[in-house]
């Protein structure tokens, strides 16, 4: 390859526009908004379900610790995603 070649004859692809990329990324922040909502719900309701399940003894047999650790790791995950969206997509 000659010291001549230029960015866009490496790149395989062309640059989105802004025009096409903002909405995108407005599209991404109001997903992340609505599965963080979705996972806070998740996780009161899950509690809720512990404290019943502690509260009432019968703590060594339920699902309510699976709830509130799934929700969590839902949370994480949709807050990776999108700040890897963040990285990929340009702005």
């Not at 407005?26 to 599965?35: E, N, P, R, S």
């Not at 839902?74 to 969206?85: L, R």
Request: aromatic content about 10%; some cysteine; hydrophobic content about 60%.
């Amino acid at each position: 390859m000659s010291a001549a070649v230029t960015l866009e004859s490496v790149l395989a692809y062309k640059q989105m526009p802004p025009d096409v990329i903002r909405p995108l990324m407005q599209l991404v922040d109001w997903l992340l908004w609505c599965v963080l909502l979705f996972c806070l719900a998740w996780m009161i309701l899950a509690a809720g379900r512990a404290w019943y399940a502690f509260r009432g003894g019968d703590w060594a047999a339920n699902e309510a610790t699976h709830g509130v650790v799934m929700s969590l790791l839902g949370a994480i995950m949709a807050t990776s995603a999108s700040g890897i969206a963040l990285a990929l997509l340009p702005t």
